[in-house]
């Protein structure tokens, strides 16, 4: 094709996202890498929210353009993630910015559905940083480190042994104007000291862990003295957790 009659087409693809509704600019986005190390048996979702400025946009930009969702599956070894979040984008003529970024670290202690459980981090996106906040290095990259634990307990539905999922330092304060071009490194490992879900439910012996009777009266706490009682897990019957016999 004559290149005299291709420069118009280009041109008229490059205004397309000013004058529509469509999301055509999203392709030309600010970006910034969001990457790091998840232990085994660990998966992570990256919902990024997103939102408009204009006065006049609200009504013209849907709750689904301004989500976009990044993920990683489970795998039964370590490994990365790495995902490539956009600061901004357009979607028409309105302008997409981000607010921040929700965080759902999957951790699975079983092979059973009901044995995969969850917690919440999050990346906010501010204009200035709180005090005390990290902030990217000279290279452009921000490390930090996130560690999860498990809080064991009986659940009430199985009579057996359940987990929670308790993840600290699964977050950030990132500075909009700092954000295109860099890198957040946020690198997750497991506490292996698993602890009760409930304090004073458990007793600990060196055998391990015992569940308590609770008080009369509804209380979680244990009786006292303590007046222990057997649990199933894995279809055996227990008294001690995690060896299950003494």
């Keep these: 094709m004559n290149r005299y009659l291709l420069r118009p087409l280009w041109l008229a693809l490059l205004a397309a996202p000013l004058g529509g509704c469509g999301t055509l600019g999203s392709l030309f986005a600010e970006r910034f890498t969001f990457e790091g190390e998840l232990p085994a048996d660990f998966a992570l979702r990256a919902q990024a929210h997103y939102y408009v400025a204009e006065s006049n946009c609200p009504g013209l930009v849907s709750r689904s353009q301004l989500t976009k969702s990044f993920e990683t599956a489970f795998h039964s070894e370590p490994h990365g993630y790495r ?119 458990w007793i600990q012996f060196p055998e391990g862990w015992k569940p308590c009777l609770p008080k009369p009266g509804g209380w979680v706490s244990c009786q006292s003295p303590p007046v222990f009682k057997t649990f199933e897990m894995n279809g055996r019957e227990c008294t001690v957790y995690p060896n299950c016999t003494e």
């Design 83 to 201: 995902f490539a979040i956009p600061v901004g984008y357009r979607v028409g003529i309105c302008q997409a910015r981000l607010a921040r970024v929700g965080l759902y670290i999957k951790g699975r202690y079983g092979d059973e559905r009901w044995q995969q459980t969850y917690d919440n981090g999050e990346l906010r996106v501010v204009d200035v940083l709180p005090e005390g906040a990290a902030t990217f290095q000279p290279d452009g990259h921000l490390n930090k480190q996130a560690v999860c634990g498990w809080l064991f307990q009986i659940s009430a539905l199985r009579y057996d042994i359940s987990k929670l999922l308790n993840c600290k330092g699964a977050g950030a304060y990132l500075r909009r104007e700092d954000l295109p071009g860099k890198t957040l490194r946020l690198d997750f490992s497991v506490d292996r000291q698993e602890k009760p879900s409930y304090r004073n439910s």
